[in-house]
Nanobody, 123 residues
Framework: QVQLVESGGGLVQAGGSLRLSCAAS????????MGWYRQAPGKQRELVAA???????NYADSVKGRFTISRDNAKNTVYVQMNSLKPEDTAVYYC?????????????????WGQGTQVTVSS
């Protein structure tokens, strides 16, 4: 089994910064992509940023230039540095690990989610 544990959420004023971390643990023999999604009340979950094992990144247009995603492959950990936060960034942020190989004797891959961490930006 694989667990994703997020940390770093909280309350911040508009214009402030937060750094979220997500560590994956368990039976892991490779992770293709790791990323962050968010879900605001009454809205669908949306991609914030993602990064592959090779370092390729993808960002939502709404966070480009403000958020930076990074990854430590050796630690199976992904980070997102969030700067210039806006009230509309308020949401529950979920960590995602995609293309996770959990057994050496199988090439089957799976996706896992963290439980989410609240980010609240006050105006």
């Amino acid at each position: 089994q694989v667990q994703l544990v997020e940390s770093g959420g909280g309350l911040v004023q508009a214009g402030g910064s937060l750094r979220l971390s997500c560590a994956a643990s368990g039976s892991i023999f490779g992770i293709n992509a790791m990323g962050w999604y968010r879900q605001a009340p009454g809205k669908q979950r949306e991609l914030v940023a993602a990064i592959t094992s090779g370092g390729s990144t993808n960002y939502a247009d709404s966070v480009k230039g403000r958020f930076t995603i990074s990854r430590d492959n050796a630690k199976n950990t992904v980070y997102v540095q969030m700067n210039s936060l806006k009230p509309e960034d308020t949401a529950v942020y979920y960590c995602n690990a995609d293309g996770v190989r959990t057994r050496l004797d199988s090439y089957a891959i799976y996706a896992f989610w963290g439980q989410g961490t609240q980010v609240t930006v006050s105006s």
